[in-house]
């Protein structure tokens, strides 16, 4: 996979339009994450894992606090998908919204700092 290819496959939430993002869609961002993750990270055993991942995980990490849960995405997703519509403070709603636009940055960076299809041929 290379990194030119990301920007053709990003979910409409890796471009900004989180800031008016539903609950439901960031239930969707976070039980979507695995997936993300694995697509952008590859196939790179033997690889270093990208320093962004801590990032990622730091962000996953503040996610749980606000929602007293686990930094699992399912158990996230979950825990959003638990509030009912008319029970969400804005200003958590808010947090959750801005971590989950700098999970689809972190993605991004974690898929361009991965290793490349030129690498297997060494």
Same mark, same amino acid.
């Given at each position: 996979?290379?990194?030119?290819?990301?920007?053709?496959?990003?979910?409409?939430?890796?471009?900004?339009?989180?800031?008016t993002a539903s609950p439901g869609d960031l239930?969707?961002?976070?039980?979507? +994450?695995?997936? @993300?993750?694995? =697509? $952008?990270?590859?196939?790179?055993?033997?690889?270093?894992? &990208?320093? /962004?991942?801590?990032? +990622?995980?730091? @962000?996953?990490? =503040? $996610?749980?606090?606000?929602?007293?849960?686990?930094?699992? &995405?399912? /158990?996230?997703?979950?825990?959003?998908?638990?509030?009912?519509?008319?029970?969400?403070?804005?200003?958590?709603?808010?947090?959750?919204?801005?971590?989950a636009l700098d999970l689809g940055r972190l993605?991004?960076?974690?898929?361009?700092?991965?290793?490349?299809?030129?690498?297997?041929?060494?």
């Amino acid at each position: 996979m290379t990194s030119s290819t990301v920007p053709d496959r990003a979910a409409k939430w890796q471009h900004g339009d989180m800031t008016t993002a539903s609950p439901g869609d960031l239930s969707v961002v976070f039980r979507s +994450l695995p997936r @993300r993750f694995r =697509e $952008a990270h590859g196939d790179a055993s033997g690889h270093p894992v &990208p320093a /962004a991942t801590n990032e +990622l995980d730091e @962000r996953l990490a =503040e $996610a749980g606090q606000l929602l007293a849960t686990s930094k699992d &995405p399912v /158990a996230l997703a979950d825990a959003v998908a638990a509030v009912p519509p008319d029970e969400w403070n804005d200003a958590t709603l808010a947090r959750l919204r801005e971590i989950a636009l700098d999970l689809g940055r972190l993605l991004r960076q974690i898929s361009a700092d991965g290793p490349s299809d030129d690498d297997d041929d060494r």
